[in-house]
């Protein structure tokens, strides 16, 4: 069994609260989540206006399918998934093999 996790760092530049931030990052995780069907929730920076960051766990039987999952999260992520009001500035991916 593989355990793949990824951290995403973003930048929300046009965040003026609280509010607005969480609408953008609810809206992110629960389109990730549909899209990929993997485990995602807002881990650090919680008080942060324009900085969030994202957790992303999914377990897979094959090290190789877990990786390529979170790189397809990622990807998908810093092309559109944020809709211009994300921005990722930061992924970092480990795999941890149980």
Same mark, same amino acid.
């Given at each position: #069994?593989?355990?793949? /996790? ?7 530049? &046009?965040?003026?609260?609280?509010? /607005?931030? %969480? ?15 993997? =485990? ?9 206006? &324009?900085? =969030? ?10 090290? %190789?399918? =877990? *990786?390529? #999952? ?7 992520? =810093? $092309? *559109?998934?944020?809709?211009? $009001?994300?921005?990722?500035?930061? &992924? *970092?991916? $480990?795999?941890? &093999?149980?």
């Amino acid at each position: #069994m593989v355990i793949g /996790s990824l951290v995403l760092t973003l930048h929300l530049p &046009q965040s003026q609260s609280l509010k /607005s931030k %969480r609408q953008v990052i609810s809206s992110l995780t629960q389109r990730v989540r549909r899209t990929f069907n993997v =485990a995602v929730a807002e881990v650090e920076s919680l008080d942060s206006w &324009q900085l =969030a960051v994202i957790g992303v766990a999914c377990v897979s039987n094959d090290r %190789r399918h =877990a *990786d390529e #999952m979170l790189n397809k999260v990622a990807n998908w992520v =810093a $092309e *559109d998934g944020g809709r211009g $009001e994300a921005l990722l500035t930061r &992924q *970092d991916i $480990e795999l941890i &093999q149980a």
